[in-house]
């Protein structure tokens, strides 16, 4: 479990529109990186370029390669589908299914490809990624009814469970919080910092307390102006970024001066 | 001062909203009073039925005895077209809603939505002059074949006026509901849960099934539904195609009726007793079309907890 992600000469296309221009990016396993940027300047679409979700949209397209532990995501004969089971990925808004109890939620990865699984070991994954993201207890007298009925905090942990129920590599976090009220935001936190001894977190956020609270490193995405492309500013550690950037922009974003 | 603010009328926008629900109210009303007229209709004419000599019933033996056969018959024909038309119906809208590229898929919606404006006498005349004689050499092989399967038991009619025929006949007309509600719905699946599934490695077919179909399937049960009520109580087509008769097993023989079609061909020359006789058949066909809707709403309605609307 757990991978190095390398990101060389990154183009992301929607159409004829860049939207993201020439990311260069390492990002370590077992450690947790945060996108930060004002809105629009292309993290999230960046984001969904590290597990093939960008393509998802009609007419999106990248350039340039995606190395999960050296092999290139984007190579001709990868299936996207093998490259989403490895990385996982939770959304901004809570989405579990609304038609599956807490329980076939937790399952609904592993029962893909027709993935036979038993009673009891179905039973002990299910207590073992609920665990995993916090909602054991919350939870554990209810796995039969519909996981719409949680809270948003607890559907977006029910989120977190669905994707480590699979083991992938990699997490990726679009904005996970931004939904939530801040002690559910306080728990998914927590829960990140814990994820981070198994797997590698990618999180974007528009929080960057929240950024400077669980990153160990951020990389800083901004955009010159509209329709121009968004562009990785300055990327380092998390202290780094926050006390002395080396890049101006980055100072003027993280001080609260624009954006 | 500010008691009389508050208890001020703003007259225009007041009145504009009285008349509204009034106008609202009174379309309800209309409903139920059409609703209840016909119903009463059904009732009062159907009457003498119940007080008559079962030997005065055509057939001779009672109006139960009339009515049991063509309503067999009514169900039988509606279930073979929903048979068919559910999973093409299913098939097609999300062939047009997940799978066609976009120019496509909506050239082919407005070809679906073409078959629904056909009238009925055309797909009649339609099954009776062109699909039914080529499936009567099928229906000759089945016969040959599987004939020991009683639906499919010999002697295969010649000109393939069969029950088989007015069943498919029945599918293509109901074809275009079921595929134009279904494919609506399918558009509505929220985006969120489609990528949930994607994200988590999910391939097309997975994520429709795990996204797609969940959120769907109260919309394909009342598309279904919808279909089968056309079906049930669809007249023309069946009059022209089917070679009616007595009630057999065999889908390909000659024989079997339907209740609409059965009104159709004998209310013409029907009086007195017999005109009963016929408006008591719709009087049935009126209760089965209800007792299969509150049937679909009641499964709707079980699984409401999971429907995603809570």
């Not at chain 1, 579990?96 to 807490?102: G, K, L, Q, V």
């Not at chain 2, 994520?207 to 769907?216: D, E």
């Not at chain 2, 024989?255 to 007195?272: R, Y």
Request: include cysteine.
């Amino acid at each position: 479990m757990s991978k190095r992600i390398d990101v060389k000469d990154l183009n992301v296309y929607y159409s004829k529109f860049l939207a993201v221009e020439g990311v260069n990016i390492e990002i370590k396993p077992r450690s947790v990186t945060a996108f930060i940027g004002p809105s629009g300047c292309g993290k999230s679409t960046f984001l969904r370029t590290l597990n093939r979700m960008h393509e998802v949209i009609p007419g999106a397209r990248v350039e340039g390669e995606v190395l999960l532990d050296g092999d290139n995501l984007y190579d001709q004969n990868v299936d996207p589908v093998n490259v989403r089971s490895q990385i996982g990925m939770v959304f901004q808004r809570p989405n579990p299914f609304p038609t599956m109890s807490i329980r076939d939620n937790v399952l609904a990865g592993v029962k893909l490809n027709n993935k036979r699984i038993s009673r009891s070991d179905a039973d002990n994954l299910v207590e073992k990624s609920l665990r995993g993201a916090n909602l054991w207890n919350e939870v554990k007298d209810r796995l039969d009814r519909p996981g719409s009925g949680l809270s948003g905090g607890q559907q977006q942990r029910l989120c977190i469970a669905r994707a480590i129920a699979v083991s992938p590599e990699v997490i990726l976090m679009d904005e996970p919080c931004s939904a939530l009220d801040p002690i559910s935001t306080l728990a998914i936190e927590d829960l990140i910092n814990e994820l981070k001894n198994d797997y590698t977190v990618v999180i974007v956020t528009h929080n960057m307390q929240q950024a400077a609270r669980v990153s160990d490193k951020t990389a800083f995405f901004n955009i010159a102006g509209t329709g121009k492309p968004g562009k990785l500013i300055e990327y380092g550690e998390t202290a780094t970024i926050f006390s002395k950037p080396t890049v101006k922009a980055t100072e003027d974003y993280v001080s609260g001066r624009f954006g | 001062m500010s008691t009389t603010t508050l208890t001020e009328t703003r007259g225009a926008g007041q009145s504009g909203d009285k008349i509204f629900s009034g106008a609202t109210l009174a379309a309800g009303c209309l409903i139920l009073a059409v609703l209840f007229s016909v119903a009463m209709f059904l009732l009062v004419q159907a009457l003498p039925v119940a007080g008559a000599d079962p030997a005065e019933i055509t057939g001779g033996e009672g109006f139960s005895t009339y009515i049991f056969p063509i309503v067999i018959g009514t169900v039988v024909a509606a279930a073979i077209a929903l048979l068919i038309a559910t999973p093409l119906g299913i098939g097609v809208a999300l062939f047009i809603s997940h799978y066609a590229p976009r120019r496509l898929a909506q050239s082919f919606g407005y070809v679906i939505d073409l078959l629904a404006a056909i009238p009925s006498v055309v797909y009649g005349a339609w099954g009776y002059a062109v699909l039914a004689p080529e499936l009567a050499k099928g229906y000759a092989w089945l016969a040959e074949n599987l004939g020991w399967i009683p639906i499919f038991e010999g002697p295969a009619s010649q000109t393939g006026r069969t029950m088989l025929t007015a069943g498919i006949v029945l599918a293509v007309m109901v074809l275009p509901i079921i595929t134009s509600l279904s494919r609506e719905i399918f558009l509505q699946t929220p985006n969120l849960h489609e990528e949930a599934a994607l994200a988590m490695g999910a391939t097309r077919w997975e994520m429709i099934r795990m996204a797609v179909l969940p959120f769907a399937r109260p919309g394909i049960i009342s598309a279904a539904m919808l279909g089968l009520g056309r079906a049930l109580g669809e007249t023309m087509a069946v009059a022209l195609v089917l070679s009616g008769g007595a009630l057999t097993a065999s889908l390909i023989a000659s024989g079997n009726q339907t209740i609409a079609a059965e009104i159709a061909l004998n209310f013409p020359e029907a009086f007195g007793l017999r005109l009963s006789e016929l408006i008591a058949a719709g009087l049935v066909l009126f209760v089965i079309t209800l007792a299969v809707n509150m049937v679909a709403r009641w499964i709707i309605t079980r699984h409401k907890e999971f429907s995603g609307a809570n």
